[in-house]
Nanobody, 115 residues
Framework: QVQLVESGGGLVQAGGSLRLSCAASGSILRLNLMGWYRQAPGKQRELVATISSGGSTNYANSMKGRFTISRDNAKNTVALQMNSLKPEDTAVYYC?????????WGQGTQVTVSS
């Protein structure tokens, strides 16, 4: 069983920064994809960014240049540094771990950006 625990959400003013962290525990294979997704009220969950165990990253277009994803393979953690936050970034942010044949989600952490 795999568990993902997020931390770091909160309330920030537009233009500010937040850093989200996610720690994975359990039976985690060395080769995996970790990432962040978000879901705003009334909208579908969408990709924010992913990072492979080899360090390859992928970002949604609207996050490029503002968000940075990183990971520590030894600790099975992934982080998301969010800069220049906008009110439209307000959402619940979910950590994701994808293995061959399995997909795991954290409980989500709320990020609220005030204008």
């Amino acid at each position: 069983q795999v568990q993902l625990v997020e931390s770091g959400g909160g309330l920030v003013q537009a233009g500010g920064s937040l850093r989200l962290s996610c720690a994975a525990s359990g039976s985690i294979l060395r080769l995996n994809l970790m990432g962040w997704y978000r879901q705003a009220p009334g909208k579908q969950r969408e990709l924010v960014a992913t990072i492979s165990s080899g360090g390859s990253t992928n970002y949604a277009n609207s996050m490029k240049g503002r968000f940075t994803i990183s990971r520590d393979n030894a600790k099975n953690t992934v982080a998301l540094q969010m800069n220049s936050l906008k009110p439209e970034d307000t959402a619940v942010y979910y950590c994701n771990l994808r293995l061959v044949g399995a997909n795991y989600w954290g409980q989500g952490t709320q990020v609220t950006v005030s204008s």
